[in-house]
């Protein structure tokens, strides 16, 4: 593809990308929810009924967390909350089928790096699945101090990777956190939109059923582009649309 000639570097997200995202966000929402007096105070149908509508709202999970706690307690409840769940962020990252075989296929041909939202210890978890070595350059989040949205940590690894934002492609699966602020910076995009059935996971109890149910109305892998200025340059929803694009 012609869109394809000039770019030297591929850059991926991890989160329902290669692992999924959503036993961790099931942790931090089911903390949350018993520390509000779990069902005897909401149930769990409204309980993720209002994250939906945070979601419409562009309002991130830790804003929903915020409004949820007590004045004065969210960042003792945050700060607990994100070391109890790093500490065992291989279990509750799983990986997403398929998606990391496609990665070391594409690896063969390509350079590539990772840019993505993750704490440190994702480095170990893609080391385990033997992943972390098909990427040469590992942008992650909490080591640079940068996040997406935010242009600088784009920035950033084209940088590193010491290429013009027009030799880079960004995949992602987020249209607000991936492919927008790629493009802003001038880099080609590729949105991989993978369903909560395509990330592997399944939920175990009602709790986690209630939070399923709760994506089939907004889950924001599937979030399309709201205007023309947002359209990715390339789509994919599974691995073989990935290798039949790149590979």
């Known amino acids: 593809m012609s869109l394809l000639r000039e770019v030297k570097i591929i850059f991926f997200d991890v989160g329902n990308v290669f692992v999924s995202d959503d036993p961790s966000a099931l942790f931090i929402f089911r903390r949350l929810y018993d520390s509000m007096g779990g069902s005897g105070t909401i149930s769990k149908e409204e309980f993720f009924a209002r994250r939906v ?3 419409k709202q ?3 999970l830790w804003a929903f967390v915020r409004d949820h706690l007590p004045e004065g307690t969210f960042e003792a409840f945050q700060k607990g909350t994100r070391a109890d769940l790093y500490d065992q962020w291989g279990i509750y990252s799983p990986e997403i089928p398929e998606t990391p075989s496609a990665a070391r296929q594409l690896a063969t041909k390509w350079r590539m790096g990772i840019i993505a939202n993750q704490p440190a210890q994702i480095e170990g978890v893609l080391r385990d699945r033997n992943l972390w070595n098909s990427f040469g350059l590992h942008i992650i989040s909490q080591i640079v101090g940068c996040e997406k949205p935010g242009q600088r940590i784009f920035e950033l690894a ?3 990777a010491g290429v013009a934002p027009e030799q880079a492609l960004m995949v992602g ?3 607000d956190n991936d492919i927008i602020p ?8 590729l949105w991989l939109s993978l369903g909560y059935k395509d990330r592997g996971w399944r939920p175990a109890d009602e709790f ?3 939070y399923v149910d709760s994506l089939a109305r907004h889950d924001l892998s599937l979030v399309p582009p709201e205007n023309p200025e947002c ?3 390339f789509m994919a929803t599974s691995a073989r649309d990935l290798l039949k694009i790149l590979g």
Do not use: F, H, N
């Open 231 to 233: 359209e990715p340059d």
């Open 58 to 60: 562009k309002r991130g």
């Open 158 to 160: 084209l940088e590193q």
């Open 53 to 55: 509508e945070y979601a």
């Open 173 to 175: 699966d987020r249209i």
């Open 208 to 210: 986690e059923s209630a």
């Open 182 to 189: 790629a493009k802003r910076v001038g880099m080609k995009t």
